[in-house]
């Protein structure tokens, strides 16, 4: 429901102060001429294996306190800081075109010998995270790690580059993604993976933020609390061999991590651009002994490409985390609140499309609408033996989001309410046995519970007036599962991984409309999911993969609630592919998947809140994925994939279309570029995504549409704390559209036109 002007009030409060805290210059330690001195140096490694200085890099040095100084490395990526006195520094480097770099330092008494600080380049395509037994690092469970199929990781300091008005965008860069651009305000687009597609009918990829759980209850993924400048990392894995989710982990899942920074810093961000483009990110961080500080605030406003597409929307999170001093324990708590108030354009004729795409029909006039997010969590991370660690994680949060919908001139507004709570927790428990060490042995066990309480409301409307009540309903979903997961490597070439996961259902549906009615959640008892994967290492520069993983499907709203016993859909699915590093700077992967459900079941769109069952569906395609590093500062980066998704038995009552590819799902997805660094602190970049067409209903009667290629580039140039960037989106001008069928015409979305924008970053 839309918010009350009080807690409007209190919401903008809390955004002032949070920027204003974030803004606050870090504390700087007082630095004396006779004091110890940290002498350092910052290189990185070509692909000949030789050393080049980074210069103007950020070298940031904190003490246990939190106070900083900040400094810059000079042209040979030397840098000094003189310091108050001896003892243990945290280091933050940052620089153009490289990862992040932290690190503990311990400062003696004296004129210490010089470091040397390695930094890795930022590649386009992050590193292919695909096979096996990786180091964990710091982690204190497996993760993806042990997955044998297709991970991929794009860091921070990529995506914080990135222009987008929301934080979804940021996944059409990941191979074997598509996104469809509906540009409907609240309603702005969805992704699809591996032959699902992307129009919400099938809630197909599970989200985690911070490793909390973030769909709704519908499954649309809700990233709009996001900008980029607070996300750490977001890491997609494809497939159905992770048996860390259930609910939704159909084609897979998407887990972004957000800032949680050590010692003492702010890094400021302002942008303006086409469209009446402004948008301010501020993320702070302070830290006095084991306690952090990360505090973030955004805010973005456009008046968009068409007429009536103008939106605003802020976020502001904190988070405030406790490590002790052996680092066996880490405990926090994260808070964020987000909204955005958006106007919609509507959908055109073929006509109007194409020769006026910027236009709003009158009819839309009024459409638009906002939504609403509250999130809180506690987290807890116990290291309790070398070999023994477990975690917990308790959330709850609320997604509100009000809608205001026309179609066409013949139909009449709607206003739709979707008001979530949800309530949850998480555990995991993690032992490596130090008696087969050797063997790389992990055995994980996880738990998770989340309880949903949701509220439906449609009503007809009149120029935003409520004129009668089309749906009315409330409904409970309580979620239960877990699983156990042992991985290893019975020989020295061979990593296995085994797992089973269960879940289970619980709730209540009532119907409000004409009179109160009740309904059970539907009896689908237990549902388990065995997973299983393997690796083999042919030699140093080729690995082999295999995995099976099973997941499931019920019903959203309405659809998952009755008094006859049904089995869920099951959706199956196996992938075979080769890893490949021909050279140090080249690495290469290719795969074959296929995903096979029975009983798949589809929303309808007919203001009922349904879903239908559309019977046995087969998806399958092929990956191609290569990224190359070049001398002189060049990198290139490829994928590709080739799918198809046909609906093999759609039972007797549709025999007609058996055999007939599904719609919205576009038959190829291509994404390419290239970076290039000519000198230390300058950095351009241009990549492209493109898509080959879909059909638009089971009939596949309606001509093939949605085929894409755009092109984006941006430079960018640091110097010491300051960093100034120009980016171009759709390069070329090249016109692009989301379409669909509304029973009677297909109707168009367009896509931006060109624009171009202006980017500058402080560090302080």
């Not at 996001?226 to 982990?249: K, S, W, Y």
């Not at 449609?458 to 979903?477: C, H, I, N, S, W």
């Not at 093999?648 to 009552?653: A, D, I, L, N, S």
Request: net charge positive; hydrophobic share 40%; charged share 20%.
């Amino acid at each position: 429901m839309p918010i009350t002007p009080s807690l409007c009030v209190f919401r903008r409060s809390a955004l002032l102060f949070l920027a204003v805290f974030a803004g606050i210059r870090p504390a700087a330690l007082a630095a004396q001429s006779s004091g110890p001195v940290l002498r350092g140096r910052l290189v990185t490694t070509a692909a000949s294996g030789t050393e080049t200085p980074v210069a103007a890099a950020s070298v940031r040095l904190s003490d246990p306190n939190g106070r900083a100084i900040v400094a810059a490395s000079d042209t040979e990526g030397r840098f000094l800081v003189a310091v108050p006195g001896a003892g243990r520094y945290s280091v933050q480097v940052r620089a153009v075109g490289f990862a992040p770099r932290s690190l503990e330092v311990t400062v003696r008494d004296g004129d210490a010998a010089p470091i040397t600080i390695v930094l890795e380049r930022q590649r386009q395509l992050a590193a292919l995270q695909i096979i096996g037994n990786r180091a964990n690092g710091t982690a204190l469970h497996p993760g993806a790690d042990p997955l044998a199929g297709a991970v991929t990781v794009m860091g921070g300091e990529q995506i914080a580059r990135e222009n987008v008005t929301f934080a979804q965008e940021l996944l059409r860069k990941v191979p074997g993604v598509y996104r469809a651009e509906f540009n409907q305000g609240v309603v702005s687009g969805d992704i699809g993976i591996r032959g699902f597609n992307t129009e919400s009918e099938i809630a197909s990829t599970k989200l985690l933020i911070d490793g909390i759980p973030a769909n709704m209850n519908s499954g649309v993924s809700e990233m709009n609390a996001l900008f980029p400048l607070e996300i750490a990392q977001m890491q997609v894995v494809r497939g159905t061999n992770d048996p860390r989710h259930g609910l939704f982990n159909l084609a897979g899942n998407v887990s972004v991590e957000t800032a949680q920074g050590r010692g003492t810093y702010v890094t400021s961000r302002l942008q303006a651009g086409s469209f009446g483009t402004q948008e301010a990110q501020v993320l702070g961080n302070a830290s006095v002994g084991g306690f952090s500080q990360t505090i973030f605030a955004g805010a973005r406003r456009s008046d968009g490409f068409r007429a009536n597409s103008a939106s605003d929307k802020w976020t502001a999170s904190g988070k405030w985390f406790y490590t002790s001093d052996s680092a066996r324990v880490r405990v926090g708590v994260i808070a964020r609140m987000h909204r955005l108030d958006t106007d919609a354009p509507g959908y055109l004729t073929e006509a109007q499309s194409r020769t006026t795409p910027m236009l709003s029909p009158t009819f839309s006039d009024s459409d638009g609408g906002t939504i609403d997010t509250d999130h809180g969590s506690l987290h807890l991370d116990v290291k309790q033996t070398a070999t023994l660690a477990w975690s917990l994680k308790a959330y709850t949060q609320r997604f509100d989001r009000v809608r205001f919908v026309r179609f066409t001139a013949a139909g009449a507004q709607q206003e739709r309410v979707e008001d979530e709570r949800q309530n949850g927790a998480l555990a995991a428990l993690t032992w490596r046995p130090a008696a087969l060490a050797e063997r790389g042995v992990v055995l994980t066990a996880g738990a998770d519970l989340q309880q949903q309480t949701n509220e439906q409301l449609r009503f007809r409307t009149l120029e935003r007036q409520r004129q009668a009540t089309l749906r009315d309903q409330d409904f409970t979903l309580d979620n239960r599962g877990g699983y156990v997961q042992a991985s290893g490597r019975p020989v020295s070439w061979l990593s296995l991984t085994a797992a089973v996961r269960a879940d289970h259902f619980d709730g209540a549906f009532t119907n409000n409309l004409p009179s109160p009615t009740s309904l059970p959640v539907l009896n689908y008892g237990w549902i388990t999911q065995p997973k299983v994967s393997a690796s083999v290492r042919v030699n140093d520069r080729l690995s082999s993969y295999a995995n099976f993983g099973r997941g499931f499907q019920i019903g959203t709203g309405i659809a998952a609630y009755g008094r006859a016993p049904l089995r869920a859909s099951i959706n199956d699915g196996f992938e075979v592919g080769v890893v490949s590093n021909p050279t140090n700077a080249w690495s290469v992967r290719a795969g074959y998947w296929e995903q096979r459900a029975s009983d798949e079941v589809r929303l309808r769109f007919d203001n009922s809140g349904d879903s239908e069952n559309i019977g046995r569906t087969q998806r399958r395609g092929v990956d191609l994925e290569s990224a190359l590093r070049l001398p002189r500062g060049v990198q290139l980066w490829a994928a590709g994939t080739s799918q198809r998704a046909v609906l093999v038995e759609p039972g007797r009552t549709n025999a007609a279309v058996a055999g007939n590819l599904l719609n919205h799902v576009p038959t190829w997805t291509a994404k390419y570029g290239a970076e290039w660094s000519p000198r230390v602190g300058l950095t351009a970049s241009a990549w492209a995504y493109a898509q080959g067409n879909y059909h638009l209903t089971q009939q596949n009667n309606r001509g093939r549409w949605g085929d894409m290629h755009t092109v984006n580039a941006d430079v960018s140039w640091r110097w010491r704390v300051a960093a100034i960037g120009v980016g171009v989106t759709n390069l070329f001008d090249r016109y692009m559209e989301y379409v669909w069928w509304d029973g009677a015409q297909t109707l168009h979305s367009p896509a931006s036109s060109r624009a171009l924008f202006l980017t500058v970053t402080f560090d302080r």
